[in-house]
């Protein structure tokens, strides 16, 4: 049985632990019996242990610590029909307790909530103590060694892909030298072709004038 289910019920004796919750009340067990009953939200109020706070000369303090002090004293709980008795137990048990604010019938009520606690073997601790207690181990950091393999891996990972995208640009890079270096070789063919058709006009003209002498020559 844990801690955390077990409430009070206004109007109803005793401690009981919720078994389970409705939308018009819940169904509880009760510490001293052992029955189960239905119990209307219309007609009670449900509290929690672990959410009741206690009146202090500093700050309000959790009903677990006014229950983890009487443990702790192990003192003979009083009889909760004599109120002077209960005022002596507190001061001896928990001297900061507000006895202004905190009345007789509260005192009463922790202490009899106390010994049904300790008869049914519940273990008074909150859940937040619980996870404080039980925090996981903190995880190891790497070593420097595997520090620094992560770190040679990753930088021997960017240049290959690097790598991969600039060696296109690098092949490309001749076809446009090859390009540029062909163009000034067609460039003296044409040249060539110029002056071999030059001489063939240089040909033509002598030939035209030796024609037309020997037809003047006819004439006369």
Not at 37 to 42: G, I, K, L, N, Y
Not at 53 to 65: I, W
Not at 114 to 138: D, M
Request: hydrophobic share 30%; aromatic share 6%.
């Amino acid at each position: 049985m844990e801690y955390e289910k077990i409430i009070s019920v206004t109007g109803l004796p005793g401690l009981y632990e919720l078994v389970s919750s409705k939308s018009d009340g819940a169904i509880v067990r009760s510490l001293d019996d052992k029955s189960t009953r239905f119990v209307s939200s219309r007609v009670h109020n449900f509290s929690h242990l672990e959410s009741i706070e206690v009146y202090t000369s500093r700050d309000n303090v959790n009903l677990v610590e006014i229950f983890n002090a009487m443990e702790a004293k192990n003192e003979k709980l009083p009889d909760d029909k004599d109120n002077g008795a209960l005022k002596k137990y507190f001061e001896t048990v928990y001297p900061e307790l507000d006895f202004e604010r905190v009345y007789a019938s509260d005192m009463k009520k922790m202490v009899k909530w106390f010994s049904v606690l300790k008869a049914n073997n519940i273990e008074i601790k909150i859940k937040e103590q619980e996870e404080e207690e039980e925090q996981p181990e903190p995880v190891e950091a790497p070593k420097p060694k595997e520090k620094k393999a992560k770190e040679e891996k990753k930088t021997a990972e960017k240049p290959v892909k690097e790598s991969k995208e600039k060696e296109p640009a690098k092949k490309a890079a001749p076809a446009t030298k090859a390009a540029k270096k062909e163009e000034p070789k067609a460039a003296p063919k044409k040249k060539a072709a110029a002056k071999a058709e030059k001489p063939e006009k240089k040909k033509e003209t002598p030939a035209k004038k030796k024609a037309a002498t020997k037809k003047s020559a006819k004439k006369k």
